[in-house]
């Protein structure tokens, strides 16, 4: 009896396993994301991004601990937001979100680490969304004139300067 109550158990384990080995699905693993930032549960926002986002995480967290639950946390407010589906390529999913006050979409990145999705929120896929948006706005890094480039160099220069400044001193 014993035996058949162990292996009932393994089965249903792998069973389980089986099931969630794709890690979820990257729109609701957004969603989650979202709503743990609107929370201020960064414990959790902090699990649902990859790796790679630790240092923006940190940095959010330290800017946010100050904000009361006011207009500015609204913008994690998934309500406030239209979640499209995912388009997953491999290891790499994007999920268009939508802004419904503005009319804005943006393309969200989530990367399988460990089996599961995560959202992509380091720097490096933050100023590639921030390119994105800037050429949807006629604003095309390849077709500034030198005075637009070196502005724009400037900016991301100083942004990722004081990212690795907030990474660095969390150290």
Not at 5 to 13: E, F, G
Not at 64 to 88: C, H, L, Y
Not at 109 to 134: I, N
Request: charged content about 30%.
């Amino acid at each position: 009896m014993k035996k058949i109550i162990v292996s009932l158990l393994t089965a249903s384990l792998i069973i389980v396993a089986g099931c969630n080995a794709g890690g979820g699905d990257p729109k609701t693993v957004l969603t989650s994301f979202f709503d743990a930032l609107m929370k201020k549960d960064f414990d959790t926002a902090k699990k649902l991004a990859t790796k790679d986002s630790e240092g923006m995480m940190s940095m959010i967290q330290m800017g946010m601990q100050n904000v009361k639950d006011t207009a500015d946390m609204s913008k994690f407010n998934k309500n406030d937001m239209e979640f499209g589906n995912a388009v997953i390529n491999g290891d790499v999913a994007t999920v268009p979100v939508k802004e419904k006050s503005s009319g804005e979409t943006t393309d969200f990145t989530l990367k399988k680490e460990g089996g599961s999705w995560k959202v992509a929120f380091d720097k490096s896929t933050l100023m590639e969304m921030a390119q994105k948006k800037m050429k949807e706005h006629g604003m095309d890094m390849n077709n500034m004139n030198p005075e637009e480039m070196e502005k724009a160099g400037k900016a991301i220069d100083s942004a990722g300067k004081m990212l690795d400044q907030m990474k660095d001193s969390l150290k």
